[in-house]
């Protein structure tokens, strides 16, 4: 299982931006797939996730401002990221457990200016 985000950037606050994670090795249309970030010097933390049925659950620090859909025929997984803040600034990662283990994609930066 390979994951591999993209997407991240400078932004202004009040800014948009849209994450992917492409996903291979895998059966993606049967996978439950989150996204979890990780501000400097912080742990890292769960934005939200996305379950096979498209069920989506967020973090109360970003619900109403991020949402994260999938494509099951692309293998992806997105994350659009709005109304960003300077404490949205994190690597952003995703994640699946699969086949009894854990998989996470590099991490993209998303860097917001104020």
């Known amino acids: 299982v390979q994951l591999q985000a993209s997407g991240g950037g400078l932004v202004q606050a009040g800014g948009s931006l849209r994450l992917s994670c492409a996903a291979s090795?895998?059966?993606?249309?049967?996978?439950?797939m989150e996204w979890y970030r990780q501000a400097p010097g912080e742990q890292r933390e769960l934005v939200g996730s996305?379950?096979?049925?498209?069920?989506?659950n967020y973090a109360d620090s970003v619900k109403g401002r991020f949402t994260i859909s999938r494509d099951n025929v692309r293998r992806r997984v997105y994350l659009q990221l709005n109304s960003l803040q300077p404490e949205d600034t994190a690597v952003y990662y995703c994640?699946?457990?699969?086949?009894?283990?854990?998989?996470w994609g590099q991490g993209t930066e998303v860097t917001v200016s104020s």
């Open positions: 090795g895998m059966l993606f249309r049967i996978a439950t």
């Open positions: 996305i379950t096979s049925g498209e069920g989506t």
């Open positions: 994640y699946t457990y699969y086949g009894s283990r854990q998989y």
